[in-house]
């Protein structure tokens, strides 16, 4: 969940002193609003990498509004009083009333971190206490609150940066900073603990929004923004039946226009001379992983997805072609019928869920229901939101019975799009691929483009990372996803 | 949460043979619509104590409805099919669409029971699941299910009885009844786990139905009743918004008469005579036991509840009479004002969990949420069926920290409250205590006591019992209530 927020996003002076002062006087209306309907409240927990500037967005966030609505609580080591009561004592005790803003700067994440790293905590006991944490948090999202989550993030090269910094200062300066310079250097420690954290309680009541830290200008207005949009909906909810979720959405990508999606190098190829020998190197390579006995106690699962024309199928094509018949089942997936309607979304595809020894390749997948159900309206927003949370269940339980997941997002420009669609409608046996659908969809291309960013935000772990392929160049996508499939292998079978 | 299910439920074949066509058919209708409207889909988990007639009462609604639409499924050891894959898988596959009617036999329930029992599962690996179980049955709720959970109960002179039945059958016969004798004899050792569960995994989504099984009509009609009051909800209801949980309710008090509150003998009493010195003799026992070295490793939770006139203040104050004035605090608890309105329901109780070495008494409790607050309409349905939950996860995490927590029960007979009132109206330094308001909630006796019923249900738990007192005489009442406190401390103190 965290690539996003590695990619350097920024916003220049110029636009920061433009659009600051508007958002600033947006916010306090919206405060000055909250608090007449006492509505919400709204509760803010500001974590993340240390040096990230967790409590510089807090003071910001209180130099922007009327302080007296909004309070900022630090939760550090836990005081004598704190100690002779259950540890979430304290979390209730600094609560907002309605019609307030609370802002908690690490709460209860830290704390379990924290505990996990100095071995107090086993792994399961984290689970247990993320699992409890949620049921927590939805509590208060039943009451009333809007719960909002970020995670304010550093690359890892952003925080060395930060630290040679800090270093160059004074002792006095430092204490100022209050970076944690020993937590800070567990970088490479910690990070799968934060992955698993915002995977396991990134939920529809309350989403982890990851927020670039590295750029003050881009940090604060991300988090105002996010902010303010969370209030407008507050202020304009009238609950009707069971009270139900403001939910904030993933961080909005209208404060800059660096994107993981745009960040990607299209212009890589391999020649077409190189090609043969590369792919049948890497084949081989799958073909023989395969075989091995080890293999009997894991499964493979491949996900493709794509832009259309993306160049899936012939892809997997590449990748079966080295795989034992017996052995793997390619499952394309188009609209649900009728009776796989009548069946919750994941239903189809638990079915075709691989035995130990097996490879089901889906051509399309279960992130249907957060792509094309979203982008043309085929479900609520509620329901695409939770799909977040239900895929990353789904896909947790099959990794932990041994299955290996590689997901693959093949990106290609819209330009290439429209060169294969040509070139596929001039082609005689090729012109059934191309239908009027396909150019409608073409005409979504930002909605898909920001459902896409959401997804790979929402559903890339550890676990079940998503590999995104730059797919201009056939041959170049071919070999990686090659490449990756055998890696992951690799490392599983080690 | 088992308790209610132990006082002999049952239904006479008289009444049984009158009740038993009308339902049959109501169910069968219900089914064709539900059919028809492609609704749903209901599925009911039916598990429970060995011997209970878990597979009779499947068997029983296969025979009154549509066998087409209604299927059931026994989930034993797993294939070599199922073992290949994630445990998850065969559920999936089960599932009933849209429309239909499953029944699971034990499902995920027994699996994790069993596998704690054989050792296969840490206590904290089962808790981890249970809350998995959550998230998996939160999504089927959100994707449409009526998630109907039974627990088929006998108490353990029951269970005796029925094997004492079954060692005198022949083997063949043995073999149809299918009932798990080595199982069955570990009921003692079972017990807690099972009410581990049950509080774990009841939701307002999918809360547990807890039925005695002992009498066949009577498990039989309860379990058609609550399920075609949930089929009429599914087929009548229309999903505004986000959808969200046709919740079933706690097992329907009307197929018998019954009940845990009624099963008390309230002729219980201490003479005068007697009286002066039992109670010195708790109150003794009491204090020591709050001075000990140990206790400062503990806390004390005491909350009372009970009808008007019931007697807590009395009650209280005979226990505050044991106690050093430093170490208690007596929390009254009124409807909340005007500022505590602008918090969760708990805020105010949680504020005041006392340290370590604490002790605090609240007369009337968080359970107004589910009592008062139910009762007269003061939070929606949707608000106190999620309390239960809610409250269980406050008192875990109190229990957890080292709290020990007593909650009481007084119950007085609807005469003796009428003469206590009128009592009350003529001793001129009581009047104060008597209202036209307590006149009032004398009016709605009868909805008081079934929702007593359910919160006891609901929230008894052996973490944090209720404990139940006939409080028609005061000198029992304060007696009972003082020797369970001292019960209570000496257990874990020990």
């Avoid at 209030?231 to 009270?243: A, C, E, L």
Wanted: glycine residues 6%; hydrophobic residues 40%.
């Amino acid at each position: 969940m965290l690539e996003s927020a590695e990619v350097g996003h920024s916003v220049s002076k110029a636009s920061y002193a433009r659009r600051e002062p508007r958002l600033r006087e947006a916010l306090l209306n919206a405060q000055f609003d909250l608090m007449q309907a006492r509505k919400g409240p709204v509760l803010m927990i500001i974590t993340g990498v240390e040096g990230g500037g967790r409590s510089e967005t807090a003071n910001k966030l209180t130099e922007w509004m009327d302080p007296r609505h909004i309070h900022v609580t630090a939760f550090g080591t836990r005081s004598c009083e704190e100690l002779a009561r259950p540890p979430a004592w304290r979390y209730w005790r600094a609560l907002p009333p309605k019609g307030g803003i609370g802002v908690f700067l690490n709460a209860w994440y830290t704390e379990m971190l924290d505990a996990r790293v100095r071995g107090k905590l086993s792994a399961r006991d984290l689970e247990f206490y993320l699992q409890e944490t949620r049921l927590f948090e939805r509590m208060l999202v039943d009451e009333g609150f809007a719960l909002l989550k970020f995670w304010i993030h550093l690359s890892k090269p952003a925080l060395r940066e930060r630290l040679e910094e800090f270093d160059q200062h004074t002792r006095a300066r430092r204490a100022l900073f209050k970076i944690d310079t020993k937590r800070a250097r567990m970088y490479q420690t910690l990070r799968p603990l934060w992955e698993e954290m915002l995977r396991e309680t990134s939920t529809a009541d309350a989403p982890w929004i990851v927020v670039e830290g590295q750029d003050d200008h881009y940090r604060n207005l991300t988090v105002g923004t996010v902010l303010l949009d969370t209030m407008k909906r507050v202020i304009s909810d009238t609950p009707t039946g069971p009270r139900r979720t403001i939910s904030p959405g993933p961080a909005p990508s209208i404060v800059d226009n660096v994107k993981l999606l745009r960040s990607l190098d299209l212009t890589q190829r391999i020649p077409e001379a190189d090609y043969p020998k590369e792919i049948a190197k890497w084949q081989s390579r799958l073909a023989e992983l395969t075989q091995v006995k080890r293999f009997r106690d894991h499964s493979l699962v491949l996900a493709f997805e794509g832009a259309d024309a993306a160049g899936k199928g012939g892809a997997i094509r590449r990748v079966t072609g080295a795989l034992d018949a017996r052995q793997y089942v390619t499952v394309p997936t188009a609209a649900p019928t009728d009776a796989e309607k009548l069946f919750p979304y994941l239903w189809r595809f638990w079915l075709r869920v691989p035995p130990r020894g097996g490879i089901t390749i889906f051509d399309r997948t279960w992130y249907g229901r957060v792509l094309v159900e979203r982008v043309e309206g085929l479900c609520s927003e509620f329901d695409w939101r939770r799909a977040y949370d239900e895929i990353n269940q789904f896909e947790e339980q099959v990794v932990e019975d041994g299955a290996i997941v590689c997901k693959f997002w093949l990106q290609v420009s819209k330009s290439e799009q429209y060169r294969r669609f040509k070139a596929r409608e001039k082609t005689p046996f090729k012109r059934f691929k191309i239908t009027a659908e396909d150019w409608r969809n073409r005409s979504k291309w930002d909605a898909y483009q920001q459902a896409v960013a959401d997804m790979v935000d929402q559903t890339s772990s550890e676990l079940a990372p998503w590999t995104l392929v730059e797919a201009e160049d056939k041959y170049f996508a071919r070999v990686k996803i090659l490449k990756t499939i055998v890696r992951r292998l690799t490392e599983a079978l080690d």
